[in-house]
């Protein structure tokens, strides 16, 4: 009986002198209140980068609305804000990511390559870079060269098997257009994104001005951002974790 009370005891000192230790492992775990994290990213220095974001984003759209016989149609953009998954994060540096989602909707004539000389030559933007590069391939993947190669093939490798729908590439850019196979792109929804938190116009109209611009000029090109280049740059701005959660 005297060791079983022995016991006891120990078992009620060990749990009783655990609880600091468990308290502490909580709070060190227990990630902040979301509005917290949120009140960082809405700073002066996150208001400059998205003020840069956004600039960058207007001239990417400018330049390819620009191109001779490029029609631009509607734009939609989400300023989104998220707690990164291991993709963004592979170190579990931040708090937050900031991105600024955007799609773009362009008319064309159905001409597609001259259409893809004519953007090279604008140098729209450094299409074929930001992917990994197989150097056994004969053009750079995402490339214009590499879109060309697909129309001078008739979509077919040597061998006979088809390639894969021509777009262009650049960091954190895709360039798509109505698939010479005979599948358009999707019109656009009313808003395009669900982010938690976000901030978009609600355009109800969207999808009947690319159908509509689709039947008057033959192709629609859609232009994509994501802003996110990789665990190097997820996005415009970024709330690192505090000092005591990293490695949790």
């Known amino acids: 009986m005297a060791g079983d009370h022995l016991t ?17 492992d909580a709070t060190i775990r227990r990630p902040p209140p979301y509005r917290r994290v949120l009140a960082r990213a809405r700073t002066p220095e996150a208001e400059a980068a998205l003020a840069a974001e956004r600039a960058a984003v207007e001239g990417l759209i400018e330049r390819l609305g620009a ?13 989104r804000r998220f707690r990164p998954e291991l993709g963004l994060d592979p170190g579990h540096r931040l708090e ?18 001259e259409l893809l000389c004519r953007i090279e030559a604008a140098a729209v933007a450094d299409w074929g870079s930001g992917l990994y590069q197989d150097p056994r391939r004969p053009h750079p993947r995402g490339s214009v060269a590499e879109a060309l ?3 001078r093939s008739d979509g077919r490798h040597p061998d006979g098997s ?3 729908s021509p777009r262009l590439y650049a960091a954190g850019t895709t360039l798509v257009w109505d698939d010479p196979a005979g599948r358009p792109i999707t019109e656009p929804t009313a808003t395009m994104f669900n982010s938690a938190i976000t901030q978009y116009a609600d355009d109800p109209d969207a999808a009947a001005r690319v159908a509509d611009a689709r039947a008057e000029h033959g192709l629609i090109l859609r232009l994509e951002r994501s802003g ?8 415009y701005f970024t709330v690192p974790r505090s000092r005591r959660r990293r490695g949790h």
């Open 162 to 164: 088809p390639r894969d």
């Open 8 to 24: 006891t005891t120990e078992f009620l000192i060990g749990t009783l002198l655990s609880v600091p230790g468990r308290i502490a």
């Open 149 to 151: 190669a697909y129309y």
């Open 228 to 235: 996110a280049g990789g665990p190097q740059r997820p996005g």
């Open 96 to 113: 937050l990511v900031c991105q600024l989602a955007v799609t773009a909707y362009f008319a064309a004539g159905p001409d597609v390559p």
């Open 67 to 79: 191109v001779d016989g490029v029609v631009h149609v509607v734009t939609q953009v989400d300023d």
